[in-house]
């Protein structure tokens, strides 16, 4: 027997499709969708409502993701795991801190009346859960551009809604 022997050709052709068996195998995701809808309604029927809930077993471990506003939310959605069954809960809920609208509005105005620009403009800041009103006149529309962009890096500001006129 030498020894440069070369496989046989149908021995490769076996382990290319044995090989592509397995790459189609992990490249299709399974249909948890319907599955996952269906699991996250019953923590929807055992009073769990939060924002973007979703909830996922794997193994045995409930998986919760979602956004709250306190941590007794939060908590109430493990409890639910636990009422269905499951002591293994990964609880990855997200507790948003509320807003200080009443710092945010003077971060806001102080940060309007340091920027040079803004002379001239007559602006009123309102702001109610994170989302800031800028209401007033300005000269022009690089103001109004000026005013939303000073607005947007105050910490806290979800969102700024105008109504500037010229």
């Known amino acids: 027997m030498s020894a440069n022997k070369t496989p046989h050709p149908m021995t490769w052709a076996g382990v290319l499709v044995a090989l592509l068996f397995a790459v189609s195998a992990v490249a299709e995701p399974p249909a948890t969708h319907d599955v996952t809808a269906q699991f996250s309604a019953h923590f929807v029927s055992g009073g769990v409502i939060l924002e973007g809930f979703r909830a996922v077993e794997v193994g045995g471990i409930v998986i919760l993701r979602g956004h709250a506003s306190d941590a007794a939310s939060a908590e109430r959605a493990a409890e639910v795991a636990q009422t269905l069954g499951y002591n293994r809960v990964a609880n990855l809920i997200l507790i ?27 602006i009123v800041v309102v702001s109610s859960h994170g989302v800031v009103h800028l209401i007033g006149t300005v000269s022009n529309e690089l103001q109004k551009d000026m005013a939303v962009h000073v607005v947007r890096n105050i910490a806290g500001v979800r969102a700024v809604q105008m109504s500037l006129k010229r």
């Open 96 to 122: 948003d801190a509320v807003p200080d609208d009443a710092r945010i509005a003077r971060d806001a105005e102080r940060g309007l009346a340091l920027q040079r620009g803004l002379d001239g403009a007559q």
